[in-house]
């Protein structure tokens, strides 16, 4: 038999194999244990089948959800909506005279009409409304009305069933009211649209008029300003004999400017040969050549250094008292004492030239000090004449505005425009605006779906037990060899064993009878598993194979029976041993005695062969039981086990033994070091992901043959896929056995 890849089971869409074949996936990466599984991407169609296994609760929330919103929607109260529209004209002047009857459209309709909307919903506007329509006691929900800390005072007026709105890039505002009454909810909102537009004149006209009181009150300080600031102008042009002072300024003006030039200059030459002197007096040779005087020190320089090296070459060539080596001496010497009489002049000659600038500069500064006094003694006095005349000249100018601004704020208190007028009044509604029975079910719809369906999915995500054999080889990396179906006359176990006598009518005749009984499925799997075990080509022939699981109540000891049954059916001899010491389980279902077993044999009561039993009616099938309960299980199994087992494999075909769990004991351990393979059954639906690859990381530890895991009990709700295809192999056989009748 070959293996066969899940992958191409109905998990991904294409045509799946029988659900009781062997299911081993293609070769994948190692599973690293410490850190999961190195791919755990879900695919798409399992999230399907989470949707079609809870269908009918899904559709039953839903109906339920919006059959409840529909009820409820049918009870509410039907509420209408009537509704007012508002025309702003911004570039309607607010009045007749002035800059107000010429005033431009601003670029602010966003920040005015929002100011409107608050206008609308203030409590000047809406109080009048309140209490022409006695709304306190017609409809004491529609109101809020905010508690006033003054005894005997109501707080603002809020009107929760008001809503004022603006359709974009408009100037228009739409008063919207609702109200079970549709006839009161057009009134509501008519008056509110009428209270709008005279408060806006009230506060128009209260503001013009305002305005013109606080003018008048203003106009008397100013006029007595204004006289005098007049009469202060007209003593000061008496004191000056009628002589603009700004005339004799303008020679002393002239005059400061030339001085300003002059004294400028001086400073900019005082700093230049100040900065000479300052680099004369340090006594350094280069200072005195970069100065104004310095060409003949730069040639003497020059003629100093040619004599210098001179010396030195005669130096070297002759000796001190010879005429050549006076002659140079003589020659730097000379010029030396030229260059230091040089230096010596041209710093004092610097030296003057910087005290002659220094004078000049200070006498340029008194000079303009004393032309600026003057100056500014003169000026003085026509800075005031001009202060005087600016403030007469803006009083009276002054005067005049307000007089004018008076007068208008007059004319336009009493002829006010209004930019705002009721384009489309409101009408009673003809449909109920609320409930809106179609929105409210087609949102309880949306709602109840996506809790529905998350609740699904959060439920299948927050279980961590293995369901079906494609999850187990996608997340474990691990070979899946055979899936068996749950039966539902089980409560947890299968009851005792079928034993076949070989006789072929016989088996027929047993099958049709397990089909009925809803096991013929159950047995055609491990007739699968068994052929999935054994006719692979591996290394070596399995001779001897042990079932063990994570935790109890998994079934693996049924699954052994079955197994090592369905074996000796095939006309090969095989041994079941009974290798859980502490609960056997082994001879309830083979319905045997347990007086004398495995545990006799390795505490060395008896020979294994003395504590076998044979079955009635199957030569090929023996039992060695357990054997009585002890303690001691862990301590018995060294290499007791291990003899019994190369024996018994020189005998049988296939030794089956059925072991305790892994976790939490010490005997599987051993066990699984002495037999060809091991088999690990988990429960589908209870065996969480964590144990199961626990106990695997616990096989390869051991470097034991393990040739993969048995899913038990796999139904619909835990896949779909399989349970399918198991009612598929019960209705064909069903069909078989008719056509044979």
Sequence with gaps: MQFVNPKSSDMDGNLPVLPSQLHVPAPAPQFDFEAG??????????????????????????????????????????????????????RMPTGVLGQESAQSTLNDADQFLATQVRLIQSDSVL???????????????????????LKGDDGPVIMKRLRVTRPPNTYLLLLSYRSPNRQLASDVANSIALSYLAHTYNIRYKASAGLSEFMERQIDELRAKMEKSSLALVQFER???????????????????????????????????EAAYTSIKSGTLAAAQVSSQGEALKKLTENYNDAQEKFAEVKGHFGINHPEYKRAQTRVTELKSQLESTTNSIGQRVEIEYREALNREAMLDKAVKETKSEFDRINARSFEYQALKREAEGDKKLYEELVRKIKEAGINASFQNSSIRVADPARPGLKAVFPKIWLNLLIAFLVSTGLAVGAAVAIDVVDNTVRDPDQVA?????????????????????????????????????????????????????????NSILLTDFDRRLRSILLTSASPSEGKSTVAAHLAAIHAAQRKRTLLIDGDLRRPSVHRLFQLRNEKGLSSVLMGEMPWRDAVQHLNGNVGLDILPAGPSTRRASDLMGTGLA?????????????????????????????????????????????????????????????????????NEVHRQMSSGYYYYYGHYSKYYRQASEEES
């Design 643 to 711: 003899e019994l087992i190369d024996q018994a494999t020189r005998e049988y075909d296939l030794v089956v033994l059925d072991a305790p769990p892994l976790l939490g004991f010490a005997e599987p351990l051993q066990m699984a070091t002495v037999v060809d393979g091991v088999i690990v059954v988990a429960r589908a639906g209870d065996t969480s992901r964590k144990a199961l690859s626990s106990v695997i990381q616990v096989l390869n530890r051991l470097r034991a043959n393990t040739l993969g895991i048995v899913l």
């Design 474 to 530: 996608r997340l474990l990396k691990t070979n899946v060899i055979g899936s068996l179906p749950a039966v539902r006359t089980w409560r947890r176990h299968l009851g005792p064993v079928p034993i076949s006598s070989g006789d072929e009518k016989t088996n027929v005749a047993l099958a049709h009878a397990h089909s009925e009984e809803g096991i013929g499925n159950y047995e055609e799997a491990i007739r699968t598993l068994r």
């Design 239 to 273: 004191e000056l004999n009628v002589i603009n002072p700004e005339e004799k300024t303008n020679i002393l003006s002239s005059r400061l400017l030339q001085l300003n030039t002059e004294y400028t200059n001086a400073q900019g030459d005082r700093v230049k040969k």
């Design 127 to 149: 109080r009048p409304v309140v209490d022409r329509f006695k709304l306190r006691e017609v409809e004491k929900d529609a109101l809020e009305e905010q508690a006033s800390n």
């Design 37 to 90: 599984p190195v791919d755990g991407a879900v695919p798409l169609s399992h999230y399907f089948w989470i949707l079609r296994r809870h269908l009918w609760k899904i559709l039953a929330f839903i109906a339920i959800s919006v059959l409840g919103t529909l009820l409820v929607s049918l009870r509410l109260t039907p509420i209408y909506e009537s509704t007012t529209t508002i025309d702003i004209d911004r």
